[in-house]
């Protein structure tokens, strides 16, 4: 099937600093990628949706400003945390939409802000 | 806005069935899926099912879907201590623009 990677599968950084999360699909070209976000045993909530040349489209309650996404190309979408709290500590997946429909999720990444 | 709700935990012995519910609120629903999630990893899809189905096999996983009641399942046969893991249902709708709404997730454990 195909494959998604993200990158770095782990992360800690200091609070104040931003951080970037990749997320790139490795045998597809995906004009839509999705990010998640996850909690310790809770369910995965939606943040935005990355599309390839436009600006992405954001749930409600999740900060653009925050959260910067760019897909610049159709294999490629990144995830910026800009000013990381310790409350952005949490796993971080995507997903990518291959021409058929289907979502791919990457493997996640789990992000520590200390 | 949709609503999926998933029992949090449910454990069985090796060998037996396992069998993990579902409910969701949106009578929209186009696709209904089944994910499993280990530790500290993404998300694996197991199947689907699209909504004017009542029912699919594949290999050891059936799934059952109830329209009416909103109602959605799936059942392992012989459960393998592999099997252990995190599973969420998820849902898409029509006009969502293929947005999957996820339940709450079940943790099935394995016990031998």
């Excluded at chain 1, 996850?38 to 992405?56: D, R, V």
């Excluded at chain 2, 949090?8 to 209904?32: A, K, M, P, Q, W």
Aim: glycine fraction near 8%; proline fraction near 3%.
């Amino acid at each position: 099937g195909a494959v998604v990677s993200q990158h770095p599968s782990w992360v800690i950084c200091k609070s104040g600093t931003s951080v970037k999360i990749e997320c790139r699909s490795l045998d597809f070209q995906a004009t839509t990628m999705f990010w998640y976000r996850q909690f310790p045993k809770q369910s995965l909530m939606l943040m935005a949706t990355s599309n390839e040349g436009s600006k992405a489209t954001y749930e409600q309650g999740v900060e653009k400003d925050k959260f910067l996404i760019n897909h610049a190309s159709l294999t490629l979408s990144t995830l910026t945390v800009t000013s990381a709290h310790p409350e952005d500590s949490s796993f971080y997946i995507c997903s990518a939409r291959d021409p058929q429909g289907e979502q791919y999720f990457g493997p996640g990444t789990r992000l520590t802000v200390t | 806005g949709e609503d999926v709700e998933q029992s949090l935990f449910l454990s069985v012995r090796e060998g037996d069935s396992s069998v993990i519910n579902c409910t969701y609120t949106d009578s929209s629903s186009t696709y209904l899926y089944w994910y499993k999630q280990e530790p500290g990893a993404g998300l694996q899809l197991l199947t689907y099912i699209f909504s004017n189905m009542d029912m699919k096999q594949d290999q050891r996983l059936t799934v059952l879907l109830n329209k009416k009641d909103k109602h959605l399942s799936l059942r392992i046969a012989d459960t393998q201590t592999g099997d252990s893991a995190i599973y969420f249902c998820a849902e898409t709708a029509t006009g969502g623009g293929n947005k999957l709404t996820f339940g709450t997730g079940t943790q099935l454990k394995v016990e031998l």
